[in-house]
C-alpha cells in the first residue's frame, strides 16, 4: 500500500549517515565514557565531538554548555526543576506559557505541591505570547521564565528574542523549549537570550533516547537525577552513546540543511493548505497562516461537523500518517490543552487534525493527501447527525456561520445534560 | 538468527477487526423516514453525539438506524447496537444494555468502554420518544 507520512512531529527516521555513525557505538566503539581506558576515552571522544556539533547548531558558546539527557521531556524536568531547586533561597515563583508542552506544565505542577507557585500566562487565539504578559506575571520572587520557541500543536514561532530581553533586563533565566523546530528553524541561543533551550533529537532525524539541554554557564542548575558524576555532574547515569553520536551527527546535517528544508516544507506547507481550502468546506487553519511567523512543517486543521479520530483512522487506513488533538484520540478523553488555550469551539477542537512535514515529502504525496482527505470528510459527513442538522438549518457553522440554527456547542453541552460519563462496568 | 519484531507487518489496527468492519461498513447507517422515536444523546466525557432512530410495529422494531459524531468506536458502538435491537419487542430493548455492544464487537478498549454507554443511552431515549408519542402502547403487553 502506499504510504505518506505526515507525522514528522512525532517521529522521524534516522538518517544513513546516523545510523553509520551510531553502529560502531553498538560494537566495537562499545565503552563507557567514564571509563579511563583505551574504550573509555573512545567514547569520551564521541561524545566531546557530540557536544560541538549540537552547540554549533544553536550557537552555543561552548559545547561545556551541552548536556545530553533520554530525551525532550527529561531535559524540560531538567531545566524547570533543576533552575527552581537551585533557586530556592531566592525565590519560589515560575512564569511559563499555557501552551507549553506537558513535559513543562507537568514539572510546573510537580513543583506547586511544593513550595513553588506559577502564573500561567495565556496566548491569544493565533497561540501567541504577549511579552509584556510575561514582564506584567513577574515578580521579586520570580525566578524562572518558560516559553517555548514554537508550539509542537499549532506551529506559531514564539516572540521569544522579546521574552529573553524581559528575562535579561530582570536577570530571570529563560528556559525555551524548541523541540518543535530543532532542526527546523534556525536557532541562535544567544540572540534569543537563552538561559536554557531543550531540543528533541529524533523530531529532526536523530535516534529516540537522546535529549538536549542547553545550559548558559551562569544560570544555576542541580541535579534532579542522583547517582554518578556525568554530564558535569547534572545528569547522572550512563551516557547513551550510540544515541548521543546519532544526535550529533543529525545535527550538523541540519545545520548543512536546514535552507533547503524550510524553503521544501513551506513550498509543500502551501500547497497543502490551499489544496485543502479548495476542496474541501467548512475546514479552518488553527494557528498562524503559513509564513513568516509560522513554522514551515506542520499544518493544524479543524474541519467542521466530523471528529478527528475517525478522520485520522480512514487516513491511516489509505497509508496517510496523521495525528490529532481531539479528545477522542486522547487517553484523557480532553481536547487538547493547546487548542482549548487559544479559546477554540469545542466542536471544532474535536474535529482536529495535525498534520507535520518532512524534508522527503513530495508535492505528489500532498496532492494525494488533499484528495484522500476530500473522500475522508465526505465519508464521516455522512455518518455524521451535525452535519444533516447542519444541512437542515437546525445547527449554525462555527466558520462560516449562515445565521440559521443553533450553535454545535449549544447543542452539544444541552444534549449532555443526559450525561453519558464514563461508568465502571 | 534473525528474530522477527513483528515490527514491519502491515496489519495494525486501532480496534480489533470487528469494530474496524463496523467503523469502515456501518450497518443502519441513516434516520428512518417516518420515525416512531427518535433519541440524541451527547456524551459529557468527549463531546460525541449519537442519534438513533426506530421504526417500531407491533410493539416490535422494526427498523433502527443511526448518526454518530465521534471516533471509531463511537461509530462501531452504534452501528452494532442498532444491528443488535432490530427484531426486539420495545419491552425487551428496554433492558438492552452497552455490555451486548461489548460483547458483539469482541471488546473495546477500557478507555472506549463509554462509547457503547452512549449506544444504550440513545437507544433508551428512543424508546422512551416512543412511548411519549405512543402512550396508549405502554400499557399494552407486548410480543
Given at each position: 500500500m502506499r504510504r505518506v507520512y505526515l507525522d514528522h512531529l512525532a517521529a522521524t527516521p534516522v538518517l544513513p549517515e546516523v545510523l553509520a555513525a551510531m553502529q560502531p557505538c553498538f560494537l566495537?566503539?562499545?565503552?563507557?565514557?567514564?571509563?579511563?581506558h583505551q574504550h573509555g576515552l573512545r567514547a569520551r571522544d564521541a561524545l566531546a565531538r557530540a557536544r560541538a556539533q549540537i552547540a554549533a547548531l544553536i550557537n552555543?558558546?561552548?559545547?561545556?554548555e551541552i548536556f545530553f539527557t533520554s530525551g525532550g521531556t527529561e531535559a524540560a524536568n531538567l531545566a524547570i526543576k533543576g533552575v527552581a531547586y537551585a533557586n530556592q533561597r531566592r525565590g519560589h515563583h515560575l512564569v511559563v506559557s499555557a501552551i507549553e508542552h506537558p513535559s513543562v506544565l507537568g514539572s510546573v505542577e510537580f513543583l506547586e505541591k511544593q513550595a513553588f507557585t506559577a502564573t500561567r500566562v495565556g496566548v491569544d487565539s493565533q497561540g501567541w505570547v504577549d511579552p509584556e504578559a510575561v514582564r506584567a506575571a513577574?515578580?521579586?520572587?520570580?525566578i524562572l521564565i518558560a516559553v517555548h520557541h514554537?508550539?509542537?500543536?499549532?506551529g506559531a514561532i514564539e516572540p521569544v528574542a522579546a521574552v529573553g530581553r524581559i528575562a535579561a533586563q530582570r536577570g530571570i533565566p529563560l528556559f525555551v523549549d524548541a523541540t518543535a523546530s530543532g532542526g527546523w528553524l534556525p536557532i541562535d541561543v544567544q540572540a534569543m537570550g537563552a538561559s536554557l533551550l531543550s531540543l528533541s533529537p529524533h523530531r529532526f532525524y536523530g535516534p529516540k533516547g537522546v535529549g538536549v539541554l542547553y545550559r548558559h554557564r551562569r544560570a544555576r542548575l542541580v541535579s534532579i537525577l542522583h547517582g554518578g558524576v556525568q554530564e558535569g555532574g547534572r545528569r547522572a547515569g550512563t551516557e547513551n552513546v550510540p544515541a548521543i553520536v546519532g544526535a550529533g551527527v543529525a545535527a550538523e546535517i541540519a545545520r548543512r540543511e536546514l535552507p533547503e528544508r524550510i524553503a521544501h516544507t513551506a513550498k509543500l506547507q502551501a500547497r497543502l493548505w490551499e489544496g485543502v481550502q479548495h476542496r474541501i468546506s467548512y475546514v479552518k487553519l488553527n494557528g498562524?497562516?503559513?509564513?513568516?511567523?509560522?513554522?514551515?512543517?506542520t499544518l493544524n486543521l479543524s474541519t467542521e461537523f466530523i471528529e478527528g479520530e475517525g478522520q485520522l483512522l480512514l487516513c491511516d487506513l489509505h497509508g496517510i500518517a496523521v495525528a490529532s488533538g481531539s479528545s477522542c484520540v486522547s487517553k484523557s478523553l480532553k481536547i487538547s490543552h493547546v487548542l482549548a488555550a487559544i479559546g477554540l469551539d469545542h466542536a471544532l477542537a474535536q474535529g482536529n487534525l495535525i498534520l507535520s512535514l518532512g524534508k522527503d515529502n513530495t508535492s505528489e504525496e500532498i496532492d494525494y493527501f488533499v484528495t484522500t482527505f476530500a473522500q475522508v470528510v465526505e465519508k464521516l459527513r455522512g455518518m455524521s447527525p451535525m452535519w444533516a442538522d447542519f444541512q437542515r438549518g437546525v445547527i449554525d457553522s462555527?466558520?462560516?456561520?449562515?445565521?440559521?440554527?443553533?450553535s454545535f456547542a449549544a447543542h452539544a453541552s444541552a444534549l449532555a445534560g443526559k450525561p453519558a460519563a464514563a461508568r465502571p462496568s | 538468527m534473525r528474530f522477527d519484531t513483528g515490527l514491519m507487518s502491515d496489519s495494525y489496527t486501532l480496534y480489533n477487526q470487528t469494530v474496524m468492519d463496523h467503523f469502515l461498513n456501518?450497518?443502519?447507517l441513516g434516520e428512518v423516514p417516518d420515525a416512531d422515536g427518535v433519541g440524541e444523546v451527547g456524551a459529557a466525557a468527549c463531546g460525541d453525539i449519537m442519534k438513533i432512530s426506530l421504526k417500531v410495529k407491533d410493539g416490535r422494531i422494526e427498523d433502527a438506524r443511526f448518526k454518530t459524531f465521534g471516533c471509531g468506536s463511537a461509530i462501531a458502538s452504534s452501528s452494532m447496537a442498532t444491528e443488535l435491537i432490530k427484531g426486539r419487542t420495545v419491552a425487551e430493548a428496554m433492558?438492552?444494555?452497552n455490555q451486548e455492544v461489548i460483547q458483539a464487537l469482541g471488546g473495546l478498549p477500557p478507555v472506549k468502554i463509554h462509547c457503547s454507554v452512549l449506544a444504550e443511552e440513545a437507544i433508551k431515549a428512543a424508546l422512551e420518544d416512543y412511548r411519549k408519542r405512543h402512550p396508549e402502547a405502554a400499557g399494552q403487553p407486548e410480543r
Open positions: 566495537e566503539a562499545f565503552g563507557n565514557p567514564s571509563s579511563l552555543a558558546e561552548s559545547p561545556e513577574l515578580t521579586d520572587q520570580t514554537v508550539n509542537h500543536d499549532l498562524p497562516p503559513p509564513g513568516a511567523q509560522r513554522i514551515s512543517t462555527v466558520i462560516q456561520p449562515s445565521g440559521r440554527g443553533t | 456501518p450497518r443502519n433492558s438492552f444494555s
